[in-house]
Every structure is written in structure tokens, then in C-alpha cells.
Antibody, heavy 120, light 106 residues
Framework: QVTLRESGPALVKPTQTLTLTCSFS??????????VAWIRQPPGRAPEWLAR???????FYSRSLETRLAISLDTTQNQVVLTVTDMDPTDTATYFC????????????WGQGMLVTVSS | ENVLTQSPDTLSLSPGEGATLSCRAS???????LAWYQQKPGQAPRLLIY???SRATGVPDRFRGGGSGSVFTLTISRLEPEDFGVYYC?????????FGQGTKVE
């Protein structure tokens, strides 16, 4: 059974760095083709893809946010970590992690999401 | 980036009626790598359709995806009460992966 679960702080202050962890089970990120991505969704708006990491450890970022994003993988703990620097109130959103079985594949399994609010 | 535009923004329908949702891409979606998701309040999106017309596991056959190239559709033949929510299209052909703005079926 494939599961993903996001964890991290629900509230961060402007200019702080957000660190989110995606803990997954039921698949291995070392399996050829496998990817885990981070996607965020501001309240009432459409999802926005942020970053992904693939089975070879290659990393891909949204061009508009790449200077602020870092994605990493801990294969021993089946976790993918996303950091977002210099948080702003406009970064308030529900942050999801999701799996794709192929680099060019749909997001077939999602975590439940985590609302992160940026406020002083 | 490949911008996806969905229409209409809102569909007001009753159970038992049919629904047709549209998704238009600014660039051709290679290999028809276009997916549809359903989202209900407080939940993650759920994959319904991938490859433009293939249903994901467990998706009822009243959901049908169609189209190719840059124009795609999602048809729901007879709305059930659990089908009301927001539907998003998404392309996974090019980076960055992009989503449409959503169609709310109410």
C-alpha cells in the first residue's frame, strides 16, 4: 500500500526558512523511473508544481522559485525533504508531496497535504 | 511553460445530468500526457484520468477522457452526488508540470 505523509511547521514567520518532510512507504525511490514531487496549493487556487527528485537523485525545480528551493532524499528513512528559504505571506499554501512512477508520469499517489501559514 | 486553460470555471448541474469539462493547452501536449484530477474540500487531488483517456484504478466508467494535441475533455456521463467538486487538468509532458485553474462542478 502506497502512502505519503507531509510533516513540518504549520506556521512560519516572514523571511524564515521552511523545512518540510515527506515520509513515504509502499514503494522505493531507488526503483527505476520513480519520482517524488512537491506541489503547493494556495487557498482557493490551483495546484502549483515546485520540485521533484528522481530515482537517480536528479533534482528539478520550478524556474520561478528555484533560487529558494532545495529538495533532497534520505533513502534509508524513505523521506524526501523540501526547504524553502525567505518565506513570504504569499507562500501560504497547502503543501503536498506526490509520487510519479515515471519521470513523465501523472501524480498517482498524494499525501494528505499540510497547510503552512506565513505570518508574523 | 505550457499554460492550461479550463472551461467553464463553474458548472451548475444536478445529479443524473451529464457534464463536459474542457482543457486547452497553449502548446501541444506530447504523447497526450494529460491527466485529470478530482479534488474535494480538505482533500488532496485524486487521479482520475491519465494519458488523456485512460482511467486510473478504481475510477468508475462514467468518467471518460478525450481529446489530443492541445484540446482535451473530461466527460461525466451521469453525475453522482460524490462527483461534485473541483476538477483540474495537468500536463506531464514538459517541465514545469502545469495545472489548469480548475472547473468547479456544483
Amino acid at each position: 500500500q502506497v502512502t505519503l505523509r507531509e510533516s513540518g511547521p504549520a506556521l512560519v514567520k516572514p523571511t524564515q526558512t521552511l523545512t518540510l518532510t515527506c515520509s513515504f512507504s509502499g514503494f522505493s525511490l531507488t526503483t527505476s523511473g520513480m519520482n517524488v514531487a512537491w506541489i503547493r496549493q494556495p487557498p482557493g487556487r490551483a495546484p502549483e508544481w515546485l520540485a521533484r527528485i528522481d530515482w537517480e537523485g536528479d533534482k528539478f525545480y520550478s524556474r520561478s522559485l528555484e533560487t529558494r528551493l532545495a529538495i533532497s532524499l534520505d533513502t534509508t528513512q524513505n523521506q524526501v525533504v523540501l526547504t524553502v528559504t525567505d518565506m513570504d505571506p504569499t507562500d501560504t499554501a497547502t503543501y503536498f508531496c506526490a509520487r510519479t512512477e515515471y519521470s513523465r508520469g501523472p501524480f498517482d499517489y498524494w499525501g494528505q497535504g499540510m497547510l503552512v501559514t506565513v505570518s508574523s | 511553460e505550457n499554460v492550461l486553460t479550463q472551461s467553464p470555471d463553474t458548472l451548475s448541474l444536478s445529479p443524473g445530468e451529464g457534464a463536459t469539462l474542457s482543457c486547452r493547452a497553449s502548446k501541444t501536449v506530447g504523447d497526450n500526457f494529460l491527466a485529470w484530477y478530482q479534488q474535494k474540500p480538505g482533500q488532496a487531488p485524486r487521479l482520475l484520468i491519465y494519458g488523456a483517456y485512460s482511467r486510473a484504478t478504481g475510477v468508475p466508467d462514467r468518467f471518460r477522457g478525450g481529446g489530443s494535441g492541445s484540446v482535451f475533455t473530461l466527460t461525466i456521463s451521469r453525475l453522482e452526488p460524490e462527483d461534485f467538486g473541483v476538477y483540474y487538468c495537468q500536463q506531464y509532458d514538459r517541465s514545469p508540470r502545469t495545472f489548469g485553474q480548475g472547473t468547479k462542478v456544483e
